[in-house]
C-alpha cells in the first residue's frame, strides 16, 4: 500500500487504541486486524455519501462483531459522517456520548444497525439483501436501475459459530442473493484462546455447500488483494460472495497481536505507544492524526459521494418518465396511509361465526396487503399453520424477486434478524411468524428489534394449551411474560375479531415498537362488547350492573368469554361482576391514571385474573388479595378442551375463585 | 428385504397410520418414511436391551424429528419397551395417555430424551456422546472397556434447518466424536412444501465442513444399503458420521407421498386404507399385527439384548480387578454425597472484602469440583468472564477426553441442549454458561430442562448495568421475569457470598430442577445479615426495630445493600424499615403461608422492591399499593456506576420510593 494508504489505514488503529486506551474499556483487536479490509471497502468499492448518509441507493454495511465499534466509528469520524467529532472518538464508552460501546442504530449517524450479540448483523445483512432484491424487482424499468447496491456485512470467528450465520446463509444461498458479500475477519482468535479448542470447521466448504462464491485472501493487510476479492465478488450475478481474509487480531500491537487478550481488553498504554511506534505513526500525541490524511479522507469522501450525483440524475429522468412509479416510490419508502381501510366498516365488520383469531389474523393480513403493497413477509415454515399467505401476492425467490411471501424454512432466529434487516433497509414494511412456543428462538432478535426501535410486527399462533394433542413441548406458559417484559415492545392478545381488528390497526400505525399478535388456534365465539377500545390495551368488556362492583375479572384472548361465563354464573349468587378484556398490557399502562382507575378502580380490591398462561405478571392488577387462574406448570398432551377443563379454566373455577377473593 | 423384514417394518407404519388416524391427529410423513432405517438401525446395529432401558452401555437413540412420535412409540411397543401395550398405541395424543403427541422423557419408558422443537435432539445427541467420550476416558482400562457406545440421532430436513445444528455438529467435529452416528431422513419436504423454496444447500458438503464422514443411501427402503452405511459410520473411528437417507415422506400411501400434506395430518380412513393394501398388509382391522411379526421382534429383542449379558461379564471383571473404579462408579452414577463440604465451615466462610458474585461463584465451582469429580461444563466462550474455568481439570478435547473443562465456542444453542444431553445421558453433572443478556439465546434449550426436570446448573453472569460500557445490547432488563415465569427452573440472584454459597449448595442438590445462578460482574459488599435463611428464597435480612414494620424494602443481589442503605437514611426520618433478600422468588413461593407471612406480613402494604433490572413480576410482592424501583426501559453504555446513578439506583431514590408509598 502506499504511504497516504498505510497512513489512513493505520489512523483507524491509532484512533481505536487510544479510545479504548482512555475509556479502560473496549475491543481493539478486531479493528486493529480489520482496519485494512474496512479501509479498502469504504474507500474504493463501497457506494455510499457521508454527506447523505440517508440516500435509498447508498450501499449498506453493517460490522456483525459489533464489539469492534472503534473501526465503525473510525471509519465514520475520518469520512466526516454526521461530524462525528473527533471529541466524540474520545468519549468512547462514556454515558450519553455518541460513541457507545457498540454501535446503536438510530444514535449515531452512519450506523446501519445495532450490532453486539454475535451473528445478528449477518442475517440483517441478508435482510437488507433481500430488500434491495425485492425493491429491484418492484421498482426498476430497463435502462432504469433505480434500485442496484450491495450490502456488505464484516464479522469474526464468533459470528460464525453461531447458529443464525447458518440458517441466514443458508437461505441466501438458496435465494441467489448475489449483492450480498460477506467480509470474514479470519483470525483465529476467539476469548478462550485459539478457535482451534471448539472451531476447526472449514468455514469456506460450508459456505460453498451453501451456494456462495468463496474467495481468499491470505494477507490481510494487503489492500490490491482485498479490492480483487471485493471486485471478484461483485462480479458474480448469480451468488452471494464470502470473502475470507485472514488477518492478524491486534495487528500492530507486537505484544498483543495474534493473542486471545487483544480481542477484549484496552491493549494497556504501554502497548499503545508501541503499536505507534511499530507502525511507523507520526504524531506524537493522543487522538492526533496527520492533517492529509484528513485530506484524504475527505477527498475520498467526494469522490464515492459522486456516486449519488450519478443517481440522482437517473431518478429524475426515472420520475420524469414514470410517474406512477415514482408515487408508489414515495408510498413505499414514506408509508401509505391507511386511514380509509382503518376507518372503513368492512375492516370492523363484527361476524357472528366463531372464528380461531389466526384465521381472523390471517383475513386482515390480505386485506392490508391490498391497500399496503409494500407489506412483506413469511414463517418459518408454517405459514399454513400461522395463516400468513398473503394471496396472490407471489413467492419470493432467485426467479421472483417480486414476491411478497418470504419462506424462511425453519429458521426462526434468521427470519427474525432478516425482518429487522428489511426494515432498516427502508422502503418495505415487514412481519415474521412462528408458534408462540417458538417466539423463544425469536426473542434474542425481537430484543433488537425494540431496542432499534423498528416497528415489526411479530404474528405469533397457537397461543395456549389451545394446542391440545401437540402437547407441553408446544404449549406457551411463560412466553407472554418474556414478551411482556421487553422494553418497547407491545404485546396484543385479541379476544375476538373486533380485538384483532385492533391489535393489527395498531401494529400497522407503529412507528417505533414492534408488535407481536398472540393468537389462538382455537375458534373463539365473538364478544358483544368488545371495541376498539381495545386499543387501550384494557377496557371494560362486560360491566357491572352497579357503578361500583362486587368484584373485577380481568382476561385476555380466549379466556374473555370464559370471565362472561364466569361473571354470569356469579350473577345467580348475587355477585355483580366487572369483566375487563386486557388484550395489552403495554398499551394499558400508556393510558392516563384516570383512565386506568375507571376501568380498575382502587377501591375495588375483590379481582380475579384468569389467562391459560403463567401467572407471571398479572399481581400488578391482582395485588395481594386478589387471585389468578392460570397454568401452574406445563401443559399436557391431548385434545384442547380436555385440557382447558383438566387445568381448571371453566366458569365454574373462575367464578369459585371470585369468592375466594370475596 | 426378505418378508419378515418387510412385515416388520410395514408393522411400524401400519401402527402409525392407524394411532394418528385414531386421533386424528398427528405426522405420518416422518414414521411411514424412515420406519426401514429405524428397524434396521434397531434390530441389527444397535445394543440395547429392552428389557433393561436403564443399562449404563446402551447405546442411545434419540429422534430429533420428534413429531415423528408414532415411528418411536411403535418401536418401543413392538420391542417390547415397558410394556408399551397396543391399548397405550390407540391411546396415541389422549390426555394422560402413555403415548403424548410428542415424546417425553421420564413419562414412557425408553424414551432417551425430549423433542418437538426441531434440531435441539441433534445437540443433545452430541452431548451424550460427548458424555460416553469423557465417561471411557476417565473409566476404561486397557481390556476393559466398560464405557463404548454410540449415540444414533435421527431427523430430518426441519432439524438441519435449525442453526443449532450447525453449532453442534461444528463442535462434534472438532472433537471428533466418532461415536456419534446421525441419520438425516432426507425427503426433501417441510411444512409450507419443497425444500427447493428454502433450503438448497448441499447438505453433505457442509457435514465434509465440519469433519464428519457423509454416507448417502439412495434408496431409503433398501435394508442392507442402510444397515452397510451404519457399519461404515460404525467403523470411522476418527470423525462422526452423517448417513444421508433419501427417503420419500408417507412411503406406501399412493395419494400422499412426496407430498407436504403428509406431514403432519391424518392420512384419511381411505388413505389408510389405500396404504394397507398397497403395501400388501394382510391384518383386516385397525392395530392389527400379525403375530409372526411380534415373534420376530421378540427374537430380535433378546438377541440384541445379549449384548448386556456380555457386557455384565466384562464389568463383573472389571469391579473385580479395580475395585476403586468401581467405587468411583457407583459415585458417578449415584451422585457424590457432599453433606460434609456444605456444613463445612470452609464452606460457608464469610470474608471482609467485597467480591462479585461471579468471582465467588468460580471460587465455589472450584471447590465442589475437588469434592465432586464428575462435574463438568464450560461456557459459549466466556470462561474467563463467567469464571468458570475448574483448575487442573483439563479441557475436553480430541486429544483429552478425560478434561472437565468443555469450550463450546459462541454456541449458546448448542451448549444448552449438549448440557441437556449430558444430563441425561448419566454419570455427570454438567453446567453451563454465558452472560445473562445472552440466556435469551438459551431459553429454548433451558425450557426443555426444566420440562424434562435435569438438575442442570446455568451460571449467568454480568447481570444488569451492571455490565457498564458495553452497553444497552449487553445489559439484561427483562431476563429475570423470563426465566422467573418458566415452570420448574429456579433463579437464584444471590446478594454476597453466603448467599452465593447458598444458590451453588441448592443447584448442586437438586434432583429435578434445573438452576440459573444470576451473578454480578461488579463488587459486591458482603452483608452482615446474610445466611443460610437464603434457601428459603425470600428472608429478613435486616429487621426493623419494632414487630411491624412502618415499610418493607425488598430487594436482590446488587440491591440489598442499596435498600440497607436506604433503611438507614429513613431511620434518620423515623421510618422503621424491615428489609428483606429476595434472591429466589420459586423458593419463597414453596414456603409455608406461615412463613411467607412472617417474612412479609399482609397486614404492612407500604412495600418497596428495587432490582436494577424489569419491575415486571414485582407486584406479587408489593400489590397495588407498592413501588418498584426499577428499570423502566433498556440500559446505557458508560461506566457501571454512572449508569445506577443515572437510573436511580440511590439509597436517596429508594428512601424516596418508601416515603411516597407511606
Given at each position: ?31 486493529l ?29 453493517i ?31 462514556q ?21 453486539g ?27 432504469y ?12 470467528d ?11 446463509f ?5 435465494l441467489?442473493?448475489?449483492k ?35 474467495i ?46 487483544a ?21 506524537k ?39 406512477e ?24 365488520v ?91 428462538y ?28 401437540d ?10 411474560a ?12 385479541p379476544?375476538?375479531r ?51 362492583p ?20 356469579l ?29 380498575l378502580?382502587?377501591s ?12 407471571f405478571g ?12 392460570s ?14 377443563k383438566?387445568?381448571g ?14
Amino acid at each position: 500500500m502506499n504511504n497516504i494508504d498505510e497512513m489512513s489505514v493505520n489512523a483507524i488503529r491509532v484512533l481505536s487504541a487510544d479510545a479504548i486506551q482512555k475509556a479502560k474499556s473496549g475491543h481493539p483487536g478486531l479493528p486493529l486486524g480489520a482496519a485494512p479490509a474496512a479501509y479498502e471497502l469504504w474507500s474504493r468499492h463501497m457506494n455510499h455519501n457521508p454527506a447523505n448518509p440517508k440516500w435509498e441507493n447508498r450501499d449498506r454495511f453493517i460490522l456483525s462483531g459489533g464489539h469492534g465499534s472503534m473501526l465503525l466509528y473510525s471509519l465514520l469520524h475520518l469520512f466526516g459522517y454526521g461530524n462525528l467529532s473527533i471529541d466524540d472518538i474520545k468519549n468512547f464508552r462514556q454515558l450519553d456520548s455518541l460513541t457507545p460501546g457498540h454501535p446503536e442504530y438510530g444514535h449515531t449517524v452512519g450506523i446501519e444497525a445495532t450490532t453486539g450479540p454475535l451473528g445478528q448483523g449477518m442475517a440483517m445483512a441478508v435482510g437488507m439483501a433481500m430488500a434491495e432484491a425485492h425493491l429491484s424487482a418492484v421498482f426498476n424499468k430497463e435502462g432504469y436501475p433505480v434500485v442496484d447496491h450491495y450490502t456488505y456485512v464484516l464479522g469474526g470467528d464468533g459470528c460464525m459459530m453461531e447458529g443464525i450465520s447458518s440458517e441466514c446463509f443458508s437461505l441466501a444461498g438458496t435465494l441467489g442473493l448475489n449483492k450480498l458479500i460477506v467480509l470474514y475477519d479470519s483470525n483465529n482468535i476467539s476469548i478462550e484462546g485459539s478457535t482451534d479448542i471448539a472451531f476447526t470447521e472449514d468455514v469456506m466448504k460450508r459456505f460453498e455447500a451453501f451456494g456462495f462464491q468463496t474467495i481468499e485472501v491470505k494477507d490481510g493487510n494487503d489492500l490490491a488483494a482485498i479490492g480483487a476479492a471485493i471486485e471478484e465478488a461483485k462480479a458474480d450475478k448469480e451468488r452471494p460472495s464470502l470473502i475470507k481474509i485472514d488477518t492478524l487480531i491486534g495487528f500492530g500491537c507486537p505484544a498483543k497481536q495474534g493473542k486471545a487478550s487483544a480481542h477484549g481488553e484496552p491493549l494497556g498504554e504501554e502497548n499503545v505507544a508501541a503499536l505507534k511506534e511499530n507502525i511507523g505513526w507520526p504524531c506524537k500525541g493522543d487522538f492526533e492524526v496527520p492533517q492529509e490524511v484528513y485530506d484524504n479522507y475527505k477527498k475520498i469522501a467526494q469522490e464515492r459521494g459522486a456516486a449519488e450525483d450519478k443517481w440522482n440524475k437517473l431518478f429524475d429522468e426515472y420520475c420524469e418518465k414514470f410517474p406512477e412509479m415514482k408515487e408508489k416510490w414515495d408510498k413505499y419508502y414514506n408509508g401509505y396511509d391507511l386511514t380509509d381501510l382503518f376507518e372503513s366498516e368492512e375492516y370492523w365488520v363484527k361476524p357472528e361465526k366463531a372464528e380461531a383469531t389466526r384465521s381472523t389474523s390471517g383475513a386482515l393480513l390480505n386485506l392490508i396487503k391490498q391497500h399496503m403493497p409494500n407489506l412483506v413477509g413469511g414463517s418459518a415454515d408454517l405459514a399454513p399453520s400461522n395463516k400468513t399467505n398473503m394471496k396472490d401476492a407471489g413467492d419470493f425467490s432467485k426467479e421472483n424477486y417480486a414476491g411478497s411471501n418470504f419462506h424462511f424454512g425453519v429458521r426462526e432466529q434468521a427470519m427474525t434478524a432478516i425482518t429487522n434487516g428489511i426494515a432498516l433497509h427502508g422502503g418495505l414494511r415487514p412481519f415474521a411468524a412462528t408458534f408462540f412456543v417458538f417466539s423463544d428462538y425469536t426473542k434474542p432478535m425481537a430484543r433488537l428489534s425494540s431496542l432499534m426501535k423498528l416497528p415489526v410486527t411479530y404474528i405469533f399462533t397457537h397461543d395456549s394449551i389451545g394446542v391440545g394433542e401437540d402437547g407441553p413441548t408446544h404449549e406457551p406458559i411463560e412466553q407472554l411474560a418474556a414478551f411482556r417484559s421487553l422494553p418497547n415492545f407491545t404485546v396484543f392478545r385479541p379476544c375476538d375479531r373486533t380485538e384483532t381488528a385492533a391489535a393489527w390497526m395498531y401494529a400497522i400505525k407503529s412507528e417505533s415498537t414492534p408488535t407481536g399478535l398472540v393468537l389462538t388456534r382455537q375458534n373463539l365465539p365473538q364478544i358483544e362488547g368488545s371495541s376498539k377500545e381495545a386499543l387501550k390495551g384494557g377496557y371494560i368488556i362486560d360491566n357491572s350492573t352497579k357503578a361500583e362492583p362486587d368484584a373485577i375479572i380481568i382476561a385476555s384472548g380466549s379466556e374473555v368469554s370464559l370471565a362472561i361465563e364466569a361473571k354470569k354464573l356469579l350473577a345467580g349468587d348475587g355477585i355483580d361482576v366487572r369483566v375487563v378484556s386486557m388484550p395489552s398490557m403495554e398499551l394499558f399502562e400508556e393510558q392516563s391514571d384516570e383512565y386506568k382507575n375507571s376501568v380498575l378502580p382502587l377501591s375495588c380490591r375483590k379481582r380475579v385474573a384468569v389467562e391459560a398462561l403463567s401467572d407471571f405478571g398479572w399481581y400488578r392488577y391482582v395485588g395481594l388479595d386478589g387471585k389468578v387462574v392460570s397454568m401452574k406448570g406445563f401443559g399436557a398432551s391431548g385434545p384442547a378442551n380436555e385440557l382447558f377443563k383438566k387445568f381448571g379454566f371453566t366458569a365454574e373455577n373462575v367464578a369459585a375463585a371470585v369468592k375466594d377473593v370475596m
